[in-house]
C-alpha cells in the first residue's frame, strides 16, 4: 500500500529592493529639495563617522521606504526626502541600494525629513489605513505611516514657503511635537546633534536651510566651509610670520637668522624689510 504525499506550496518570498520599484514616476517638487538634502548629508557626515566606525548605517534621498506589499508595489512605500538608518550597511550583496524594504531589514530609520511645497497637509495626514465591507482600502496618510507603522523616532516637516519647521518625536507609540531648545534647535539626543533654521546662500540659492548643529549651538559645517576656515587660518597664520620679521630684526637678527627662524626664505624677509 503506497501512501501519498501531498504537496507543500510555499508562498512566494517577500520581494526585495532590487524587484520592487525605486520611484513612482513623480517629479521632484521643487528646486531646493536636493541641495537641501545634499546639505544635509555633507554636514553630518563626520559625526556619523563617529557613531559608526565601520560604516554601518545608509542615508536615503527621495528613495522608497516599503512597509508593505501593494499592487502596484509602489503603493505599498512612503519616500521621504532625506532619511537616516542606523546599524545596516551602506549596499545589499555589494549593490548600491535602490529602496528601503523594512520586511528584509527590519530597522526603522532614526530620523526622516520631508520638505513641503504646499501647506504640510499631506505631510501632516494621519489617516489610518482601512478596509470597507466591499474591500475597498483607503490610502493611509504619511503621518500614520511612520507613526504607526515604520516608527520613525524622529519626524521633521519643513514647509519651504512659510519657512516653519516642526519636529516630532516617537513616544509611547504616538508623536509629540517637539518644544525648539533656547537656541531655537531641535534636540536629536541619539546623534547628540541638533536641527534647525539657518539663512544663508547654498549652491546659489539664498534662503532658509535645515541644518544641523551640535549640542553646544555650533554649526556643522559642510566641505567647502571647513575649506574656507582651514584658508583664513593658514592666511592668519601666514600674516603673523610676516608681522615677526621686523621684531626678529630688532633683536639684532640677521636677515638670514630670521630667515631660518620663521622658515622663510631670504628673500621673503628682504621683501618685509624694503616693504
Known amino acids: 500500500m503506497t501512501q501519498s504525499i501531498d504537496r507543500v506550496v510555499l508562498p512566494p518570498p517577500f520581494p526585495d529592493h532590487t524587484q520592487l520599484p525605486e520611484s513612482d514616476g513623480s ?10 538634502s545634499i546639505l544635509l548629508t555633507d554636514s553630518i557626515g563626520p559625526v556619523l563617522k563617529e557613531i559608526h566606525p565601520d560604516g ?12 508593505r506589499e501593494t499592487d502596484p508595489p509602489e503603493k505599498g512605500a512612503e ?46 495626514d494621519q ?21 504607526q507603522i515604520i516608527r520613525i523616532a524622529y519626524y521633521g516637516i519643513y514647509e519651504i514657503k512659510t519657512g516653519n519647521l516642526e519636529v516630532y518625536e516617537f513616544l509611547k507609540g504616538f508623536y509629540h511635537k517637539m518644544k525648539p531648545n533656547e537656541r531655537g534647535h531641535y534636540p536629536i539626543e541619539a546623534l547628540g546633534i541638533e ?3 539657518w539663512q544663508g546662500t547654498y549652491q546659489n540659492q539664498n534662503q532658509l536651510w535645515v541644518r544641523w548643529w551640535d549640542n ?5 559645517l559642510i566641505g567647502n566651509e571647513q575649506a574656507e576656515i582651514e584658508r583664513a587660518r593658514a592666511q592668519k597664520a601666514e600674516q603673523a610670520i610676516f608681522e615677526a620679521v621686523p621684531r626678529f630684526l630688532k633683536m639684532g637678527l640677521t636677515v638670514e637668522q630670521v630667515a631660518e627662524a620663521l622658515s622663510l626664505s631670504v628673500e621673503q624677509v628682504r621683501e618685509q624689510v624694503e616693504g
Not at 517629479?27 to 537641501?36: A, I, L, M, S
Not at 545589499?92 to 520638505?115: H, K, N, Q, T
Not at 489610518?128 to 474591500?135: A, M, N, T
Not at 553646544?216 to 556643522?220: A, D, F, M, S, W
Open 195 to 197: 536641527l534647525g533654521l
Open 216 to 220: 553646544q549651538g555650533n554649526l556643522l
Open 56 to 67: 554601518y548605517y545608509a542615508i536615503g534621498q527621495d528613495c522608497g521606504i516599503y512597509w
Open 127 to 147: 489617516t489610518p489605513l482601512s478596509r470597507s465591507e466591499e474591500g475597498k482600502v483607503t490610502k493611509p496618510g504619511k503621518f500614520w505611516v511612520y507613526e
Open 27 to 36: 517629479f521632484v517638487k521643487n528646486f531646493q529639495e536636493h541641495p537641501q
Open 79 to 124: 519616500a521621504p526626502d532625506w532619511f537616516y538608518v542606523p546599524n545596516v550597511p551602506p549596499k545589499l550583496d555589494g549593490e548600491i541600494r535602490r529602496s528601503y524594504v523594512i520586511w528584509r531589514e527590519y530597522i526603522a530609520p532614526l530620523i526622516a525629513l520631508e520638505f513641503a511645497s504646499g501647506n504640510g497637509e499631506e505631510e501632516r
